[in-house]
């Protein structure tokens, strides 16, 4: 019989994970609303176990608490017993305050993306030293993990992996957009679109960003003049100031 996981919330986030991870666990969801719970359970594969929030027994389960950061006081209230591991993907929510709202043995940080439905999910970690191999081969089901060795590190890493597919699609789809204000066919700046970034992310994982641009760029050609643009535009300065402030609202 495979381990079972309990989600503690069933958003966007606790699909996307739960979607990557049922063929590797049993998923068991837990949340406020049996309507909800039907809908997430649907756009799983294999059978789903659902149980309302109130009074939930989590003794001896391995959680993951997948609930707006602004509810973790409420939803602690409504938890029962004392959890085998807790990893919660609550964005800026330090383990003290999960320890203050939720018992259990073990805690753990993570912030996956929502690459996780498709097992490409960049995972950051922090939290029990002891448990860093097990968070590891758990996320590692989702995608990518890195072990990081204090919340800061996490809290900066959300800014960049946690945030940065909303950032990209921004990127994307203005890229887009620029082809089409040329004259090109919408259907086709999307498949060029799409096709670009899939090449990219193969090649990115090779090269620094910095040798894969120069390795495009000749001298007076059209690479340079769009790449011109873009510094016009402070699109380098945006994206860092993007981190610093995604980063500040985790402190908040």
């Not at 004392?82 to 800026?92: D, H, M, N, R, T």
């Not at 929510?93 to 960049?122: C, D, F, G, W």
């Not at 994307?172 to 096709?195: C, W």
């Not at 960003?209 to 003049?225: E, H, I």
Request: net charge neutral.
């Amino acid at each position: 019989m495979s381990q079972t996981l309990t989600f503690i919330g069933n958003g966007n986030m606790a699909l996307a994970m739960a979607q990557a991870l049922e063929s590797h666990y049993s998923i068991e969801v837990v949340g406020r609303s049996l309507k909800n719970l039907e809908l997430f359970s649907s756009k799983l594969k294999n059978k789903t176990s659902m149980s309302l929030l109130d009074n939930f027994d989590i003794t001896h389960k391995t959680v993951l608490l997948c609930v707006k950061p602004a509810n973790l006081e409420s939803v602690g209230t409504q938890l029962q017993g004392k959890a085998s591991q807790l990893y919660s993907v609550l964005a800026g929510t330090s383990l003290s305050a999960l320890e203050q709202h939720i018992q259990s043995s073990s805690y753990v940080r993570a912030m996956p993306n929502v690459a996780a439905s498709v097992a490409k999910s960049m995972t950051t970690l922090t939290g029990d030293a002891n448990f860093e191999d097990e968070a590891s081969k758990l996320f590692s089901a989702i995608g990518s993990t890195l072990w990081l060795h204090s919340e800061k590190e996490l809290d900066i890493a959300t800014a960049l992996a946690g945030s940065g597919p909303a950032y990209l699609a921004l990127i994307a789809e203005s890229l887009s957009d620029g082809a089409v204000k040329q004259g090109l066919k919408r259907n086709d700046a999307m498949l060029l679109m799409r096709g670009l970034f899939e090449g990219f992310g193969t090649l990115v994982q090779k090269q620094h960003p910095a040798l894969l641009k120069d390795s495009v760029m000749s001298p007076g050609g059209t690479t340079a003049a769009g790449y011109s643009a873009l510094e016009d535009g402070n699109v380098r300065a945006s994206c860092i100031n993007a981190i610093q402030k995604a980063f500040e609202v985790t402190k908040k």
